[in-house]
């Protein structure tokens, strides 16, 4: 097995699963991973199928975006990636996709507040929306767009690992996670959530905030030093 192999296999199969779980067509959609040890990153092809690609058709990069294995162009979106993995060292995969409800959402510019308990299980507080990018971050518009979503977080000083999902304005949603699968599941969770959370609206007319103590409950029992939710791993 070469050096990247499984890393490769890692995201060829988180890619897999965005279509799986019903959040991707065509090519709209891209899960990387990265491997901070040895500082690369293996993200999807650009334009290629996900019914047609292979292991072989991951690209590996370094943390710069310089090819450093693979025959294909990178994911155009690779520059956003990077840009997460350097501002938020603590994750390991990131997702993108144009989910029908999530992207709503961004298109729409609102956050999503959290409702109810599904959204609490998974993301602490609301699902934030980025600012705009200016006409000058188009000039470098995929960095950019991983420097604003970084920016939600750090201004108003959140959790990215709490909430490990935004919804950039007038674009679509990311996501991310330990690895580029938690990262695909998060995202069919935020699709999920962004659903529930459209039809609540429609038939209160509003979006009503879960009682804090109750979506702490939710939160914690998951997630921290003393959660209880699931079976005990042996170690």
């Given at each position: ?156 000083n959140r959790d990215y690992e709490a909430t490990p999902a935004v919804l950039l304005k007038g674009h679509a949603p990311f996501t991310w996670g330990k690895d580029a699968i938690r990262a695909a599941e998060n995202a069919a969770v935020l699709e999920e959530v962004c659903k529930t959370a459209f039809i609540t609206r429609e038939i209160l007319g509003h979006s009503p905030e879960i009682e804090k103590h ?22």
């Open positions: 097995m070469g050096n990247f192999d499984k890393l490769k296999e890692n995201v060829l199969k988180a890619n897999k699963a965005l279509v799986s779980y019903g959040l991707v067509i065509f090519t709209w959609g891209n899960a990387s991973e990265i491997d901070r040890e040895k500082g690369v990153v293996a993200i999807k092809p650009s334009g290629v199928s996900y019914d047609e690609m292979s292991v072989e058709d991951i690209v590996v990069t370094d943390l710069e975006g310089n090819t450093v294995e693979g025959k294909l162009k990178p994911s155009s979106d690779l520059k956003t990636h990077l840009e997460l993995y350097k501002r938020f060292p603590k994750i390991g995969g990131v997702v993108h996709t144009h989910s029908t409800f999530a992207t709503a959402w961004a298109q729409a510019g609102r956050e999503v507040v959290c409702s109810g308990t599904t959204h609490a299980d998974y993301f602490y507080g609301p699902v934030p929306v980025t600012e705009a990018l200016t006409e000058k971050d188009t000039k470098d518009y995929e960095r950019m767009s991983g420097a604003v979503i970084a920016e939600t977080f750090e201004k108003e109750i979506a702490d409950k939710h939160y914690f029992r998951k997630h921290g030093s003393n959660a209880y939710y699931g079976q005990k791993k042996e170690k």
